[in-house]
């Protein structure tokens, strides 16, 4: 195969993930729209909190529903290497879940804490998120090294690019829809 084909391969491969990323991310946020919508509560923090929660699980439950099609498409696995592969991802996954799980109650907690943030909330809540980061960061270390040591080098890197874009996507969508904490006036 020459270099040339070989790159619009690659263009081609590159063009279709992120047809599928903006589909999907347009997908997401159309359904936590309508979501957003079906909740009516008089108080408007109440209404703004049960609106996220329900974003959140909607986010998280189709997301989870179409992560494995998206990974699967864009990781183009041989059998030989689809054997070694899935195992070591649904194990990944599964510890993941824990994380994301560690997530959604972190943002719960911001949702109910919202209206009355303190500062010693508020830096609480800073240091939770700090060590989530690292745990995710541990965790993506962990299993980059072993799947370079079970498949390659190239095709570990392939999965943490597909990961880290979902990720962004996730992590873009939940920020988009908390309100930004202000100081509270002490006078």
Avoid: G
Avoid at 58 to 74: C, F, M, N
Avoid at 92 to 111: F, P
Avoid at 112 to 128: G, I, P, S, V, W
């Amino acid at each position: 195969m020459t270099t040339a084909t070989s790159t619009r391969m690659n263009a081609r491969t590159s063009a279709r993930t992120w047809i599928r990323f903006a589909a999907l991310a347009l997908a997401l946020a159309a359904a936590a729209s309508l979501c957003a919508q079906q909740t009516h509560v008089q108080d408007p923090a109440r209404s703004k909190e049960l609106n996220t929660q329900a974003y959140i699980q909607l986010l998280h439950a189709d997301l989870s529903a179409k992560k494995e099609q998206i990974v699967r498409e864009t990781m183009e696995l041989n059998d030989q290497q689809s054997a070694i592969f899935w195992p070591i991802y649904r194990e990944y996954q599964a510890e993941q879940t824990r994380l994301t799980a560690d997530k959604l109650a972190l943002v719960a907690d911001y949702s109910q804490n919202f209206a009355n943030m303190t500062d010693e909330k508020a830096d609480q809540l800073a240091q939770r998120i700090m060590q989530l980061d690292e745990k995710r960061m541990a965790l993506r270390e962990k299993y980059y090294a072993t799947m370079k040591k079970a498949l390659s080098s190239t095709i570990a890197v392939r999965f943490f690019q597909v990961e880290h874009q979902l990720q962004l996507i996730v992590d873009l969508q939940i920020a988009a829809n908390l309100p930004i904490i202000e100081e509270n006036d002490p006078h």
